[in-house]
């Protein structure tokens, strides 16, 4: 049934996921924008996290969230210079298929962080690497769609040291963004 789903969503891409994609790039955006100056003098680095990223472009050539984020990025010099991007995802089609997109995006060599991407399952390892790793400022997009593997233990693991995640589920009306600020 999963299967079925998850086919089905890549194959167009819905208006409720183009608001989801686009709400997620401008909140990141602006993110970014607040927490780049403090960067600069600490960590030089910012991340963007998807632990389900997805194949990266819907069957009808629409871009995903991933490849949104990256042309923003690529558009931003400070973005350019600072930007650590992981992503993730169980699926290895989906993962080869976001690495040859990518690949694609115009000026992506501009980028001094090259994108990482994994493939793996969100599951009790990841939950402690996240509890036990000390982020960077990190913007961390949950999306499982009602797959298994989201626990409250991986959001808190991620937003333990910084302050951004937004999280989308077919079980939740809508996206919830919620944000804590370091004491
Ligand atoms: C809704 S899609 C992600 C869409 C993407 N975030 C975007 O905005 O375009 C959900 C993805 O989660 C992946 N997935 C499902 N269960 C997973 C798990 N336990 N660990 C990692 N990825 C998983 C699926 O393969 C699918 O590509």
């Known amino acids: 049934m999963l299967m079925m789903v998850q086919t089905k969503f890549f194959d167009e891409r819905s208006d409720q996921s183009e608001v989801k994609a686009r ?77 040859a997109e990518i690949d694609r995006l115009k000026g992506i060599e501009s980028l001094k962080y090259k994108p990482q991407i994994n493939c793996g399952e969100v599951d009790s390892d990841a939950e402690k690497y996240f509890n036990e790793t000390r982020l960077i400022p990190s913007f961390s997009f949950v999306d499982p769609f009602g797959y298994k593997g989201l626990s409250l233990k991986i959001v808190n693991g991620v937003i333990k040291d910084w302050d951004v995640i937004a999280y989308s589920s077919s079980t939740t009306t809508g996206l919830m963004l919620a944000s804590r600020i370091r004491q």
Request: hydrophobic content about 40%; overall charge positive; proline content about 5%.
């Open 23 to 99: 709400i997620v790039q401008k909140y990141f955006y602006v993110w970014a924008k607040v927490i780049i100056p403090t960067a600069k003098q600490t960590t030089k680095k910012v991340a963007y996290i998807d632990l389900y990223a997805g194949p990266g472009r819907y069957k009808d050539g629409s871009a995903s969230t991933p490849l949104m984020i990256l042309e923003r990025a690529i558009e931003d010099p400070d973005l350019r210079s600072m930007l650590v991007t992981l992503f993730n995802d169980a699926d290895k089609n989906h993962t080869n298929s976001l690495q």
